[in-house]
């Protein structure tokens, strides 16, 4: 079955940029839709964006237009969250999850934004 | 933006009892509504798919059911190992989960 493996822990500074990234085992992120949810200290979850990467299609939720950027890179099968101008608020555990029903998930990356 | 507001946000069972979870759309969204367990943790579990399809390997205690704006998750037989927090999503626009309902042993 595949897997989605998450890069490490992060700690940010106020201001700056964060970049996670989701790898499916077996390299191949295949026809799949991709998700990022967040998910801040004790709230619950919130779709960020999502990415078609057959299609080369990536939007995000309103809210985070204009300071997110997702995108894959099909070769190393893996996709990417850019989140910029970080803000305090942003602390949070950031998730990818397999398809539009969210059926696979990684074990997900903690940012935190911290001056 | 569809909005989902589940009810109650928490709730204190104990062990065999059942508990319904409710979750209410803003507007419609047919039946593309899924349901998910995250305990403490973890990553979300997808429990029900399409309002009342149960994943593999879900115990039978787990059910789903609705359509249009107003769905049901009910946890028959509650066992120790239930608690956790449940969240409904929709995927019929974009995607939007509800605030989560957090069921509690007692």
């Known amino acids: 079955q595949v897997q989605l493996v998450q890069s490490g822990a992060e700690v940010k500074k106020p201001g700056s940029s964060v970049k996670v990234s989701c790898r499916a085992s077996?390299?191949?992120?295949?026809?799949?839709?991709f998700l990022w949810v967040r998910q801040a200290p004790g709230q619950g979850l919130e779709w960020m964006g999502r990415?078609?990467?057959?299609?080369?299609?990536?939007n995000s939720a309103r809210r985070f237009q204009g300071r997110v950027t997702i995108t894959a890179d099909k070769s190393a099968g893996t996709v990417y969250l850019e989140m910029t101008n970080l803000k305090s608020e942003d602390t949070a555990m950031y998730y990818c999850?397999?398809?539009?029903?969210?059926?696979?998930w990684g074990q997900g990356t903690m940012v935190t934004v911290s001056s | 933006e569809i909005v989902l507001t589940q009810s109650p946000d928490f709730q204190s069972v104990s062990p065999k009892e059942s508990v319904t979870i409710t979750c209410r759309a803003s507007?419609?969204?047919?039946?593309?509504l899924h349901w998910y367990q995250q305990k403490p943790g973890q990553s979300p579990k997808l429990l029900i798919k399409?309002?009342?399809q149960s994943m593999s390997g879900v115990p039978s205690r787990f059910s789903g059911s609705g359509s249009g704006t107003d769905f049901t998750l009910t946890i028959n037989s509650l066992e120790a190992e239930d608690a956790a927090t449940y969240y409904c999503?929709?995927?019929?626009?974009?995607?939007?989960f509800g605030q989560g309902t957090k069921v509690e042993i007692k």
């Open positions: 507007q419609s969204v047919g039946i593309h």
């Open positions: 999503l929709q995927s019929s626009s974009s995607w939007t």
């Open positions: 990415i078609v990467p057959i299609l080369d299609i990536a």
């Open positions: 077996g390299g191949t992120l295949g026809d799949s839709t």
């Open positions: 399409y309002a009342s």
């Open positions: 999850a397999r398809t539009s029903l969210l059926d696979i």
